[in-house]
């Protein structure tokens, strides 16, 4: 006699063993077609797809990955966004692995009710990992939990969580917006004037996703490997000769130095309309390019960027090419080769956005600092005279130390080359902390860096007091 509790029964035919297999197997192949047609939207157009179309991007998945740089501020977006569809991106994308209702069991994830300003990483009954309880500071505010959704895996490396992040802007204040609401007393609402303030100041400097700048690239950028490229990823959706027909995108003929989103003929979105700013210069095709995304917050194209810094060079150069009156692409000097260029740049300094720190540096709190490095670098980085180094190098004496060149530690090529023969001076901190990746592309240093100024500030004024000559900040 059979044992198997699910083994059939006399005179029954047996189940399909493999049943489940097929119907799981059925429902990720019309995924698949699903993310197909969402992602056929052309690089350059940000135009409306079709309402069905666009509704359901939307609500799919997010595949592009996070953008190096500080997350910006969601409030902007906050204030204006559609809770419903918060609410049907969670119940979709969410609700597999967490409960939203009140008392309600955790489960693959933790019960989401009350989430927002509650302390980070805390629930109830629910064991986190210490990868994310490493990352626990204070409670979560509008800030933290988009620049956690963003890219969960960058927020918290070794994280549990596997999911990619949500890395269209709108859609993912939709969803900070709608857990706001799971509360019996929700958190107020970003203030209305700050949010148009931020909103018209993104309007004022023009597209901005972080790209690294790609000017030293230029020298060796090769018009045939961008043509190639273009052939592969973009003609399906835009055609280049001249006086061609636009198709789901524009026509691309003549768009280096042309108006932004502005191709006679052609309907584009609201948000890239209200994003452009005067012309299609290299610097700007390279920050659309990188994220469209991130570029232009509300577009419905899904494009997840090209994100490799050679390969924006050969395409920018290639589509230069396509006019009539082609334009001087920039070079760090007219001159310069590659190799020189890339000195040049590094010598520079590093430059990541990173907001000024001299107006805090005089309330700087150096036990604050000391509080959040035993929390968030502790792991990686010693600080104690004579310290060994670890996965990260000693950090004894390092305000005036040269850059990248502790002794007996060995730095990757990205970070020797940025050194330049400089010396840690609190910019140069500030610029590395706030964005470790964007500040060296290609350091193996995987950490999202400290977006508040004054946190940085007060990690910079305690790593200044480890020292046996502590200088004077200013």
């Given at each position: 006699m059979s044992t198997n509790p699910h083994a059939p029964g006399p005179g029954k035919k047996g189940r399909d063993p493999l049943l489940l297999n097929k119907i799981a197997g059925g429902i990720l192949s019309a995924g698949l077609v699903a993310w197909i047609v969402i992602q056929a939207p052309g690089i350059l157009s940000g135009k409306d797809a079709a309402k069905t179309r666009a509704e359901v991007a939307k609500n799919a998945p997010a595949t592009a990955a996070a953008a190096g740089g500080g997350v910006p501020s969601i409030d902007p977006l906050i204030i204006k966004a559609d809770v419903s569809k918060g609410q049907q991106f969670v119940a979709q994308q969410c609700a597999a692995c967490h409960t939203v209702d009140k008392g309600g069991a955790n489960g693959v994830g933790p019960n989401l009710y009350g989430v927002m300003n509650d302390k980070m990483f805390a629930k109830a009954g629910y064991d986190f990992s210490s990868a994310v309880k490493s990352k626990a500071s204070g409670v979560w505010t509008y800030q933290k939990m988009n620049e956690w959704l963003v890219d969960p895996q960058k927020f918290a490396p070794g994280t549990r969580m596997g999911y990619t992040g949500i890395k269209n802007d709108v859609q993912r204040a939709d969803t900070i917006a709608y857990l706001r609401t799971l509360s019996t007393d929700p958190i107020p609402l970003p203030k209305p004037g700050q949010g148009a303030a931020a909103t018209s100041a993104v309007a004022m400097i023009g597209p901005s996703s972080g790209a690294p700048a790609i000017a030293p690239l230029y020298a060796s950028a090769v018009a045939g490997k961008?043509?190639?490229?273009?052939?592969?990823?973009?003609?399906?959706?835009?055609?280049?000769?001249?006086?061609?027909?636009?198709?789901?995108?524009?026509?691309?003929?003549?768009?280096?130095?042309?108006?932004?989103?502005?191709?006679?003929?052609?309907?584009?979105?609201?948000?890239?309309?209200?994003?452009?700013?005067?012309?299609?210069?290299?610097?700007?095709?390279?920050?659309?390019?990188?994220?469209?995304?991130?570029?232009?917050?509300?577009?419905?194209?899904?494009?997840?960027?090209?994100?490799?810094?050679?390969?924006?060079?050969?395409?920018?150069?290639?589509?230069?090419?396509?006019?009539?009156?082609?334009?001087?692409?920039?070079?760090?000097?007219?001159?310069?080769?590659?190799?020189?260029?890339?000195?040049?740049?590094?010598?520079?300094?590093?430059?990541?956005?990173?907001?000024?720190?001299?107006?805090?540096?005089?309330?700087?709190?150096?036990?604050?600092?000391?509080?959040?490095?035993?929390?968030?670098?502790?792991?990686?980085?010693?600080?104690?005279?004579?310290?060994?180094?670890?996965?990260?190098?000693?950090?004894?004496?390092?305000?005036?130390?040269?850059?990248?060149?502790?002794?007996?530690?060995?730095?990757?090529?990205?970070?020797?080359?940025?050194?330049?023969?400089?010396?840690?001076?609190?910019?140069?901190?500030?610029?590395?902390?706030?964005?470790?990746?964007?500040?060296?592309?290609?350091?193996?240093?995987?950490?999202?860096?400290?977006?508040?100024?004054?946190?940085?500030?007060?990690?910079?004024?305690?790593?200044?007091?480890?020292?046996?000559?502590?200088?004077?900040?200013?």
């Open positions: 961008g043509q190639s490229f273009f052939e592969q990823q973009c003609s399906a959706c835009h055609t280049i000769t001249k006086g061609g027909a636009n198709g789901v995108g524009p026509n691309l003929y003549g768009i280096v130095g042309a108006p932004m989103f502005a191709k006679a003929g052609y309907t584009f979105s609201g948000a890239v309309k209200k994003a452009a700013s005067g012309n299609w210069t290299p610097h700007k095709l390279n920050e659309w390019l990188y994220d469209p995304m991130k570029d232009v917050p509300g577009t419905h194209m899904a494009y997840p960027g090209v994100k490799n810094n050679q390969v924006r060079a050969d395409l920018i150069d290639y589509l230069n090419t396509q006019s009539a009156s082609p334009e001087k692409l920039p070079t760090t000097s007219a001159s310069a080769t590659p190799a020189a260029a890339a000195t040049q740049t590094a010598s520079a300094g590093l430059d990541t956005g990173a907001p000024t720190i001299k107006p805090v540096l005089a309330s700087a709190v150096i036990a604050k600092g000391q509080s959040f490095f035993e929390q968030q670098c502790s792991a990686c980085h010693s600080i104690d005279k004579g310290g060994a180094n670890g996965v990260g190098p000693n950090l004894y004496g390092v305000v005036g130390a040269p850059m990248f060149a502790k002794a007996g530690y060995s730095f990757s090529s990205g970070a020797k080359k940025a050194a330049a023969d400089g010396k840690w001076t609190p910019h140069e901190l500030n610029e590395w902390l706030y964005d470790p990746v964007k500040a060296v592309p290609g350091t193996h240093m995987a950490y999202p860096g400290i977006k508040n100024t004054q946190v940085r500030a007060d990690v910079i004024a305690y790593l200044n007091a480890q020292s046996a000559t502590p200088e004077t900040l200013k």
